[in-house]
């Protein structure tokens, strides 16, 4: 690489032109950063909140509050309640400190495989952009949060020592050591995001052993090996321990052993592999940002401008992988499922877009082409009519509820209702009773302040084939020990994706008929909001 080449495009950093795109860019992300600090709750965000909590609580998960994501998001959402208390928006705080950390690591890593810091900079503003474009339902999720891990992951697996003495040894063995712990913890996330970690490794025993002599370079991979898995067998086992001190290690081989096979199986085959990856990669390239994936076109197709961004882009495209493998294999296409791919794609598009920066010219019409691509897309992704709608919502009080529970009714979520049977479950209930929900709208525990009387915090086991008889039997003892204050029955909220059948709840229930005799016998019927229906206990009737 020609040393011109690599000044040319650190200088180009200083171009007039080049500050305004990085103002600009700050200044996008800030406005993303405030959108971001008003999403409530979506109804994986409840379960979340409600196992969060639970953990707080002295409970865990899968024993105590029932899900079957790994539980790594449950112990941020933990973490965001301690630090900002219980509100929808502490999490929401986190997620902004969470996209500061993704920036800065992106900034480290730009250095290192690239021209300079601000590349890494203009990347995290962009995947900020991205990232919040998917809305409230789709952030705050496992992904959200693993691909600020996993950029960390890379910061230190590639880190280098400048010399061999015994200082800087170690911290190279340190920074493998962090390394592996990271990818664990992506892996605690989802589980594909952890895969990233078999290439790096190889990427890493490569360069590291091609210019030492055969005898030596096995006790270099051995050590490598041996650092990386200190990291990660540190982590697996804390997260060992603290379930088994738990008592919880048998509740979490029935969720990942028996519910996860069945959950999955639903969509995916071997055989149907091929295709899952084609739609994987295709709505990867084309649903989320084409401004991003040409960006990404461009990195490949110019020059290198650094000695090592080849190794940069590897590791990059490495963790990429196995998240479009974890995508294929779990066959149902969520937005969210990609939360974590784009980031990363957002760096490589950065980088191929200062690559051209560097070769043309006119960068003033290059300036203008960028900022007319974003703002299309922020367009096209309704995102300057949900903001204008948020600022009416928060200037005034008495359209703030309707705009905001417009604005946050998806699918067949609807905000009005949660919002009005929290608020009668809150009002209706005595503190510190538990209720339960027989339905998917676990956010309402946590919007009433009202505890469980099962586990099962929303009742998909009770709905599937393949665990149904297990899962209502544990149900029904768990509400006979524990009998609720109040029951609410969820109408219109057909699963088909997740239960693998167009039963909603309350037709569900027609089939339970353990539990609609446990209803009919001690529960009396109140009142509805929407599809919301609300049964108190018979002998409690007085006291409301």
Same mark, same amino acid.
């Given at each position: 690489?020609?040393?011109?080449?690599?000044?040319?495009?650190?200088?180009?950093?200083?171009?007039?032109?080049?500050?305004? $795109?990085?103002?600009?860019?700050?200044?996008?992300?800030?406005?993303?950063?405030? &959108?971001?600090?008003?999403?409530?709750?979506?109804?994986?965000?409840?379960?979340?909140?409600?196992?969060?909590?639970?953990?707080?609580?002295?409970?865990?998960?899968?024993?105590?509050?029932?899900?079957?994501?790994?539980?790594?998001?449950?112990?941020?959402?933990? %973490?965001?309640?301690?630090?900002?208390?219980?509100?929808?928006?502490?999490?929401?705080?986190?997620?902004?400190? #969470?996209?500061?950390?993704?920036?800065?690591?992106?900034?480290?890593?730009?250095? !290192?495989?690239?021209?300079?810091?601000?590349?890494?900079?203009?990347?995290? $503003?962009?995947?900020?952009?991205?990232?919040?474009?998917?809305?409230?339902?789709?952030?705050?999720?496992?992904?959200?949060?693993?691909?600020?891990?996993?950029?960390?992951?890379?910061?230190?697996?590639?880190?280098?020592?400048?010399?061999?003495?015994?200082?800087?040894?170690?911290?190279?063995?340190?920074?493998?050591?962090?390394?592996?712990?990271?990818?664990?913890?992506? @892996?605690?996330?989802?589980?594909?995001?952890?895969?990233?970690?078999?290439?790096?490794?190889?990427?890493?025993?490569?360069?590291?052993?091609?210019?030492?002599?055969?005898?030596?370079?096995?006790?270099?991979?051995? @050590?490598?090996?041996?650092? %990386?898995?200190?990291?990660?067998?540190?982590?697996?086992? &804390?997260?060992?321990?603290?379930?088994?001190?738990?008592?919880?290690?048998?509740?979490?081989?029935?969720?990942?052993?028996?519910?996860?096979?069945?959950?999955?199986?639903?969509?995916?085959?071997?055989?149907?592999?091929?295709?899952?990856?084609?739609?994987?990669?295709?709505?990867?390239?084309?649903?989320?940002?084409?401004?991003?994936?040409?960006?990404?076109?461009?990195?490949?197709?110019?020059?290198? $401008?650094?000695?090592?961004?080849?190794?940069?882009?590897?590791?990059?495209?490495?963790?990429?992988? =196995?998240?479009?493998?974890?995508?294929?294999?779990?066959?149902? %296409?969520?937005?969210?499922?990609?939360?974590?791919?784009?980031?990363?794609?957002?760096?490589?598009?950065?980088?191929?877009?200062?690559?051209?920066?560097?070769?043309?010219?006119?960068?003033?019409?290059? &300036?203008?082409?960028?900022?007319?691509? &974003?703002?299309?897309?922020?367009?096209?992704?309704?995102?300057?009519?949900?903001?204008?709608?948020?600022? !009416?919502?928060?200037?005034?009080?008495?359209?703030?509820?309707?705009?905001?529970?417009?604005?946050?009714?998806?699918?067949?979520?609807?905000?009005?209702?949660?919002?009005?049977? @929290?608020?009668?479950?809150?009002?209706?209930?005595?503190?510190?009773?538990?209720? =339960?929900?027989?339905?998917?709208?676990? @956010?309402?525990?946590?919007?009433?302040?009202?505890?469980?009387?099962?586990?099962?915090?929303?009742?998909?086991?009770?709905?599937?084939?393949?665990?149904?008889?297990?899962?209502?039997?544990?149900?029904?003892?768990?509400?006979?020990?524990?009998?609720?204050?109040?029951?609410?029955?969820?109408? #219109?909220?057909?699963?088909?994706?997740?239960?693998?059948?167009?039963?909603?709840?309350?037709? *569900?229930?027609?089939?339970?008929? !353990?539990?609609?005799?446990?209803?009919?016998?001690?529960?009396?019927?109140?009142?509805?909001?929407?599809?919301?229906?609300?049964?108190?206990?018979? *002998?409690?009737?007085?006291?409301?």
């Amino acid at each position: 690489m020609k040393r011109s080449t690599i000044q040319s495009s650190e200088n180009a950093n200083f171009h007039p032109a080049a500050k305004v $795109c990085l103002l600009l860019s700050l200044l996008l992300a800030a406005f993303m950063f405030m &959108l971001l600090l008003f999403f409530p709750y979506g109804r994986d965000q409840g379960i979340y909140a409600v196992v969060g909590r639970t953990i707080l609580e002295g409970g865990a998960p899968y024993k105590d509050a029932w899900d079957f994501k790994p539980p790594g998001i449950f112990f941020i959402y933990a %973490f965001a309640r301690i630090l900002f208390g219980a509100s929808q928006h502490a999490i929401r705080i986190l997620e902004v400190l #969470n996209l500061f950390a993704l920036t800065w690591a992106f900034a480290v890593y730009s250095r !290192r495989h690239f021209t300079s810091l601000w590349p890494g900079i203009c990347a995290g $503003c962009l995947a900020v952009i991205n990232h919040v474009q998917m809305g409230f339902w789709d952030t705050a999720q496992p992904e959200s949060f693993g691909a600020t891990v996993l950029s960390w992951a890379l910061v230190f697996a590639t880190y280098q020592s400048k010399n061999e003495n015994k200082n800087s040894l170690l911290k190279q063995i340190l920074s493998w050591i962090f390394s592996g712990a990271f990818f664990t913890a992506a @892996a605690l996330l989802k589980p594909p995001l952890g895969g990233g970690i078999l290439v790096s490794i190889t990427v890493i025993a490569i360069l590291q052993t091609r210019s030492i002599t055969s005898g030596k370079k096995l006790n270099k991979i051995l @050590a490598l090996i041996i650092s %990386f898995g200190l990291g990660v067998f540190f982590l697996l086992i &804390l997260i060992f321990i603290y379930f088994a001190h738990k008592g919880a290690l048998k509740d979490i081989y029935d969720t990942f052993f028996i519910f996860v096979p069945g959950y999955t199986g639903l969509k995916f085959s071997l055989q149907s592999m091929p295709v899952l990856l084609g739609v994987s990669v295709k709505r990867w390239l084309l649903s989320f940002s084409i401004f991003t994936s040409i960006g990404m076109v461009f990195c490949f197709l110019l020059p290198r $401008c650094h000695a090592r961004e080849f190794e940069g882009c590897v590791h990059v495209l490495g963790v990429i992988f =196995f998240q479009i493998i974890g995508v294929a294999m779990q066959a149902k %296409f969520f937005s969210y499922h990609y939360g974590a791919i784009l980031p990363f794609s957002a760096l490589l598009a950065v980088w191929g877009y200062a690559k051209l920066w560097n070769k043309v010219k006119l960068k003033w019409i290059l &300036l203008l082409g960028f900022m007319i691509a &974003l703002s299309w897309q922020i367009y096209e992704k309704n995102i300057f009519r949900h903001s204008a709608l948020q600022i !009416r919502a928060l200037a005034s009080n008495g359209l703030r509820e309707i705009i905001n529970d417009g604005l946050y009714t998806i699918y067949d979520q609807n905000s009005y209702a949660n919002r009005k049977t @929290a608020e009668w479950l809150y009002q209706n209930t005595p503190p510190g009773e538990p209720i =339960f929900i027989w339905g998917f709208e676990p @956010a309402i525990y946590d919007m009433a302040n009202r505890p469980s009387s099962s586990r099962y915090i929303y009742n998909i086991p009770q709905r599937v084939d393949w665990g149904k008889k297990d899962a209502q039997q544990i149900l029904l003892k768990e509400l006979v020990i524990s009998p609720p204050a109040a029951i609410v029955i969820v109408h #219109n909220d057909p699963l088909p994706k997740v239960t693998g059948n167009q039963l909603d709840s309350a037709k *569900e229930l027609e089939n339970f008929t !353990r539990l609609l005799d446990f209803i009919e016998k001690d529960y009396s019927y109140v009142k509805s909001y929407e599809d919301l229906d609300i049964y108190i206990r018979i *002998e409690k009737r007085e006291v409301f």
